[in-house]
């Protein structure tokens, strides 16, 4: 198994920034990859930003520009900026792990889940 544990959220204006951390731990060999998503109420959980073992990075049309993803592999630990925050940013912020490629912008083919974090933006 994989347990991760995210960091960072909190309460912002809009056009601030925040880092959002997500520390792993366990069998951290099988990870391919590390992803973000966010769920704000009443609707579903949507894709943010996925980085690969590899490097490779994908975002989500809505962020991208304002949101950087990275990864520190000695710490395992992957990391979102997200810079010029927006209301509609507003959510709980979760980290994922997949074993594969896939469909990275799936929530349903990622294995491990973070308690999540909440990130709010106010106007």
């Known amino acids: 198994q994989v347990q991760l544990v995210e960091s960072g959220g909190g309460l912002v204006q809009a056009g601030d920034s925040l880092r959002l951390s997500c520390a792993a731990s366990?069998?951290?060999?099988?990870?391919?990859?590390m992803g973000w998503f966010r769920q704000a109420p009443g609707k579903e959980r949507d894709f943010v930003a996925a980085?690969?073992?590899?490097?490779?990075?994908w975002y989500a049309d809505s962020v991208k520009g304002r949101f950087t993803i990275s990864r520190d592999n000695a710490k395992n630990t992957v990391y979102l900026q997200m810079n010029s925050l927006k209301p509609e940013d507003m959510a709980v912020y979760y980290c994922a792990t997949r074993r594969g490629l896939g469909q990275i912008r799936v929530s349903g083919e990622y294995d491990y889940w973070g308690q999540g974090v909440q990130v709010t933006v106010s106007s």
């Open positions: 980085i690969s073992r590899t490097g490779s990075i």
């Open positions: 366990g069998r951290t060999f099988t990870v391919y990859a």
